[in-house]
């Protein structure tokens, strides 16, 4: 069975005019299990049919399995990051990049890192708590993260100012589908990301050959595990992934995280008094405001069947995690924001072999924001509801999130 009639509700999730609350059009989405469209493209919203895909060796990542690849390949990087390949070249990769990243092998990095993202933090905050109005995007959730990747990459702290100007040239890219960004940005974008490999390229080489330290890229310089070595262009493709990957999800994480309090001030006291809960309010805060809303440019290695319905080899197919983290059939009462949900399996890092490679750093980077922003900032209170939102249905979140407090 093949439906096209949820095409024009996805078109309506595209457009910017619905980005400051889709959830409704995700709940019309939902009635079509598995959508095509008028490109030939599926649409996937529903949550069992969404984790029965990611768990699908014949789902590919790899948009060389498109039949048109269109504006998917616009801008890839070569050779690719492991996001964007299959096993067996995937799972090699991210097996030699979480020996020194988590479990099993560096089970206490992330956890070790907390001191350090409590530094910077507060420092942050230092210079917030006097503001009578604040921007969390631009004040507080942007720099922290690039702050700490830069600290994980080893980034000396006189290259910071360069790495940031980099930063935010690609995640202006990012912002826009990549057939309708600006073409001066895109431009932009593209030389900020050849820049900024040719800087990784050059600190690698600076750590080959010493005695391996702490950060990631020196680790990497001097592998010798089970898997062999990656070469030195997957090194740099798997540290820029870390970069603009755990960047964006972390930033969008806690601004999300933020403007979802301030309109649960309840929750956001009962945070104050029992900071102890933080760790379930960001599980909640994953499934009810994810950082990531859609998963396209996925592609069928071979002819699919989901909900009855038969996708081609070759078709693009667009797993949408939002919708499905709002499904009434596997969460009760899903449009409620309830930090004391149970069994919340939530899509908020996607699944399968592909599970965000940096979610333990995000979750506990988020952790700590909020912790923090609960209890240093007085009487916080949004100046616009909505906020102005960022282009991108893919990776939503406020471009801004002005705050008054005081």
């Not at 005019?17 to 030939?40: F, H, I, K, W």
């Not at 001030?265 to 008094?273: F, G, K, N, W, Y």
């Not at 989901?306 to 499905?324: E, F, N, R, Y």
Request: with cysteine; aromatic share 6%.
């Amino acid at each position: 069975m093949t439906v096209t009639h949820s095409s024009s509700v996805f078109q309506r999730i595209l457009d910017h005019s619905s980005r400051a609350d889709p959830y409704p059009l995700y709940t019309e989405l939902r009635r079509t299990p598995v959508a095509r469209q008028e490109d030939g493209g599926y649409i996937v919203s529903t949550y069992r049919e969404i984790t029965a895909l990611l768990h699908n060796p014949h789902l590919s990542s790899n948009t060389d399995n498109l039949d048109n690849p269109g504006p998917a390949a616009a801008g890839r990087e070569d050779p690719p990051a492991f996001i964007g390949l299959d096993p067996p070249r995937h799972d090699r990769l991210r097996r030699i990049a979480m020996r020194y990243f988590g479990p099993p092998h560096s089970p206490r990095l992330v956890d070790d890192m907390r001191p350090d993202l409590k530094a910077v933090v507060t420092n942050l905050i230092d210079n917030l708590v006097s503001k009578d109005e604040i921007d969390i995007v631009d004040d507080f959730a942007y720099p922290f993260p690039v702050t700490v990747i830069c600290h994980l990459l080893g980034v000396p702290r006189e290259d910071e100012p360069r790495f940031h100007g980099w930063v935010e040239a690609i995640v202006a890219v990012l912002d826009f589908n990549p057939a309708t960004a600006p073409e001066e940005r895109v431009r932009e974008g593209i030389q900020a990301r050849k820049d900024l490999r040719a800087y990784l390229a050059e600190l690698l080489e600076s750590r080959r050959g010493r005695p391996p330290g702490d950060d990631l890229l020196s680790r990497l310089a001097n592998d010798e595990g089970p898997d062999g070595r990656m070469t030195d262009e997957e090194i740099v493709s798997t540290a820029n992934l870390l970069l603009i990957a755990g960047h964006e999800t972390t930033v969008n994480l806690i601004t999300n995280g933020v403007l979802t309090l301030l309109r649960h001030p309840d929750v956001l006291e009962r945070l104050r008094r029992e900071p102890e809960m933080i760790i379930r309010t960001v599980e909640e805060l994953l499934r009810y405001e994810p950082p990531v809303h859609l998963i396209p440019w996925r592609a069928a290695y071979s002819d699919l069947t989901v909900a009855d319905t038969v996708i081609p080899k070759g078709s693009q197919i667009t797993l949408v995690l939002a919708s499905g983290n709002r499904d009434p059939s596997c969460f009760r009462d899903p449009d409620r924001f309830d930090p004391d949900r149970r069994d919340n399996q939530h899509l908020g890092f996607g699944g399968g072999v592909h599970l965000c490679f940096g979610a333990p750093l995000a979750r506990l980077e988020t952790q700590i924001a909020l912790t923090e922003l609960v209890r240093n900032l007085e009487n916080p209170r949004l100046v616009a509801d909505p906020p102005p939102y960022r282009q991108s249905a893919v990776l939503r979140g406020p471009r801004h999130l002005l705050v008054r407090q005081g």
